[in-house]
């Protein structure tokens, strides 16, 4: 007979078809797995957030076990300037509300203003809170480094209160930190140009102060896995698709771009910002406390010969400039009709293959694709995309934008303002609770031929689908968005994850 782990949810167990299955008595009686069990998958010596190469591929190690961060995004905009201690506890009560969704780690994010309030003077009091909150309800952190945010007017501030990125004391010194200037020769106050060495150099003192601490509060917990370094890369901010808009136009912009032979704006920014930025950035956070650090682009095309959707944001050169970027996730937004103001006019209902067709984009190079950023509503192509990230993908971190903000659905938030789950956050917890049972096994056999992902074609569809995992038949029959990940790593053992779907082995 065939031996068969299950991994069940309590609401939603995956009903088993032409198995026998042990009694649950019989599983506790069982004796302690021996060291050869094939469920044990190797672990890592190196407690340290960390890549190691396993089965021909990066795999994240956190705790010395396979990793992925099964996360969703919290927002920043209610932490003031100018009252930064007075709100620093405006997102406690999603602390919990993540622990009851399933999800094992929050990504948060810092603006570099609350860091250093003060040209010198460093304030780590919101870093260590989050820590602490994250500790208490059972949490990982991934931490935003937020210098610089792409996805809005302006790069360095949107508005001078919750939406302030850079310290102030950059904000009202322009002779010292000189703006960007579009193709049409306008200066963007709110966009700082990074081809003058003064603002580069404040932002790497800023950001080694804030590995040093990391370092100090968290070598030896763990607790915050990775950085992402900067949002959405772009020089102007949001408006993508106009070519006065991809690149910095000022003069020591104009004098890079002609002293290194350049004739394409969008090639410069990608050189530019990651060469003479980013990379000096990471490369001083790595010297201090080598955690990960990855970035996170918009998927669209700004042009056909260009994976990344906003100007400069080429996956290729900024892997090549930057050694210490671990990987660069897609912000992968689906929706079948974009209004003119980026909302969403209906649901999409991606089929299988449209979920892919981002993260295979992404496969460039030594890249590890991953999903920084997905539809936050009730849709289910959230939970979807999870399986096939995850399972297929190998994904180290999966992240809808945000636990109180829908996008591109509007009024659909995970979590309401007193902190109760609602919307679409039952559906991710299904997809969370489901991997969190056998992560680590998920985490090691993705990407290879002893695992494979079942679900139907396009959502809500029935499904039976007949697959080859490993040499062994495998049929998996569902419906009402069920799905299910098989792994089947050698012999007669099989390990089965998921939900609304029936599982048959020959």
């Not at 007075?86 to 406690?92: H, I, K, L, M, Q």
């Not at 996008?407 to 991997?435: I, K, M």
């Amino acid at each position: 007979p065939y031996s068969i782990r299950k991994v069940f949810l309590l609401s939603c167990a995956l009903l088993l078809g032409s198995l026998l299955v042990e009694p649950s008595s019989a599983q506790e009686n069982r004796p302690a797995a021996s060291p050869h069990d094939v469920w044990q998958v190797p672990r890592s010596s190196n407690l340290m957030p960390h890549f190691e190469a396993v089965n021909r591929r990066k795999v994240l190690y956190v705790d010395g076990s396979p990793f992925t961060a099964l996360a969703a995004e919290i927002p920043w905009w209610d932490l003031i300037y100018g009252r930064y201690k007075e709100t620093e506890t405006a997102y406690d009560n999603l602390y919990p509300a993540a622990e009851k969704m399933g999800l094992n780690a929050l990504k948060v994010p810092v603006k570099w203003s609350m860091v250093e309030p003060e040209k010198g003077a460093y304030d780590f009091s919101y870093v260590d809170h989050a820590k602490a909150m994250a500790e208490k309800y059972h949490l990982k952190l991934v931490l935003n480094w937020f210098g610089h945010y792409a996805s809005g007017d302006g790069t360095i501030y949107a508005n001078l209160t919750g939406n302030l990125y850079a310290p102030m004391y950059i904000v009202q010194d322009e002779n010292t930190y000189p703006r960007a200037v579009d193709g049409n020769g306008v200066v963007h106050h709110n966009v700082v140009s990074y081809d003058y060495e003064p603002i580069i150099e404040r932002e790497i003192a800023a950001f080694r102060a804030f590995m040093q601490h990391i370092k100090q509060v968290d070598a030896q917990s763990h607790t915050i896995l990775m950085i992402q370094v900067e949002n959405e890369i772009a020089t102007f901010g949001v408006d993508r698709k106009n070519p006065k808009m991809w690149r910095d136009h000022s003069a020591a912009a104009n004098k890079r771009f002609a002293d290194h032979g350049f004739t394409d704006d969008l090639k410069f920014s990608a050189w530019d910002l990651s060469y003479n930025w980013i990379r000096r950035i990471t490369d001083a956070g790595a010297e201090i406390y080598p955690i990960p650090f990855f970035h996170n682009y918009v998927g669209g095309q700004i042009a056909g010969w260009m994976v990344g959707g906003a100007p400069g944001e080429d996956v290729q050169t900024y892997l090549e400039n930057c050694p210490h970027i671990s990987f660069i996730g897609v912000n992968s937004y689906f929706c079948a009709e974009w209004r003119p103001d980026y909302s969403c006019g209906m649901e999409s209902d991606a089929t299988v293959s449209e979920l892919r067709e981002p993260l295979a984009r992404y496969r460039v190079g030594r890249n590890l694709p991953a999903i920084t950023e997905i539809n936050s509503g009730v849709t289910p192509i959230t939970s979807r995309l999870a399986f096939i990230a995850v399972g297929e993908f190998g994904a180290p971190i999966y992240a809808p934008w945000a636990l109180t903000v829908s996008y591109p659905e509007s009024n659909q938030p995970y979590v309401l303002g007193d902190g109760t789950l609602a919307n679409g956050a039952f559906a991710l917890r299904d997809t969370y609770s489901s991997f969190r049972k056998a992560l680590p096994q998920i985490v090691y056999y993705s990407t290879t031929d002893k695992l494979k992902v079942f679900m139907s074609q396009s959502p809500g569809q029935r499904f039976s689908t007949k697959e080859d995992v490993n040499g062994s038949s495998v049929t998996v029959a569902g419906g009402e968005d069920g799905q299910a990940i098989v792994i089947h790593p050698s012999g007669h053992e099989f390990l089965v994850v998921g939900y609304r779907a029936g599982v048959s082995l020959s």
